[in-house]
């Protein structure tokens, strides 16, 4: 993903996804319950419980996950917006430079 670069997951992420809900560093089951308003083990399905270095992405309909992608965050940096979720049709990000070294995501 390139810095400064426009990130449209509504185009880029096929299936029948309604919205798009982020998880940063050190997230569990809970927050993901919280989140997504349903159940998901999160925490065997990465090692986001214990990673500085990943946020995940989850794509998700009605009560269920279609699919989910863990993001290293030194190619884009979500944790910023860790705990929301994104209709598809408002999913567009950009991605900028940071002082950290991991380009920061913001919503556009």
Known sequence: ??????????SEVSGNWERVCIFGPYSGN?????????????????????????????????????????????????SGLSGQCFPRSDSKFRIYPSQSGWPEVKKV
């Open 1 to 10: 993903m390139p810095v400064n670069g426009l990130v449209d997951l509504q």
């Open 30 to 78: 809970s927050m993901a319950a919280e989140v997504l308003g349903f159940e998901y083990d999160l925490e065997s399905k990465s090692a986001i419980l214990i990673s500085d270095s990943i946020s995940i992405l989850v794509f998700a309909e009605l009560d269920r996950t279609v699919s989910f992608y863990e993001m290293p965050r030194s190619d884009a940096d979500f």
